[in-house]
């Protein structure tokens, strides 16, 4: 099980970089913790949330949009797998 901590957020934002899309925390009034700008390939998050709900959300982001996870490499899906099982078990990412 994985742990709510500043590492694994930074882990997670890594990997989402890699995948080719930006992740700001700013202040705003989000509905849902976030808001995502598609053509910019942007994701804007409540800088007001913790660490916790920081990583349910971008693994949430994660699901919800069509990132290429076929270019990550073993490593970096299981570091992605292990946290949807600590803090996202029912999202359902396609394993590669």
């Known amino acids: 099980m994985s742990r709510a901590t500043r590492h694994n957020l930074k882990k997670l934002e890594q990997l989402i970089r890699t995948l ?3 992740v700001l925390y700013e202040k705003g009034n989000f509905k849902s913790g976030y808001c ?3 053509q910019s390939n942007v994701i804007v998050v409540n800088r007001f949330l913790g660490v916790e709900a ?3 959300l971008l693994l949430d982001i994660v699901e919800q949009t069509n990132m290429p996870l076929e270019t990550l490499n073993d ?7 292990k ?3 600590s803090f996202a ?3 359902h990412v396609e394993d590669s």
């Open 20 to 22: 080719g899309y930006k």
């Open 89 to 91: 078990p029912n999202l």
């Open 75 to 81: 490593e970096e899906l299981r570091f992605i797998r």
């Open 54 to 56: 920081r990583i349910g």
């Open 83 to 85: 946290l949807r099982q």
């Open 36 to 38: 995502m700008v598609e």
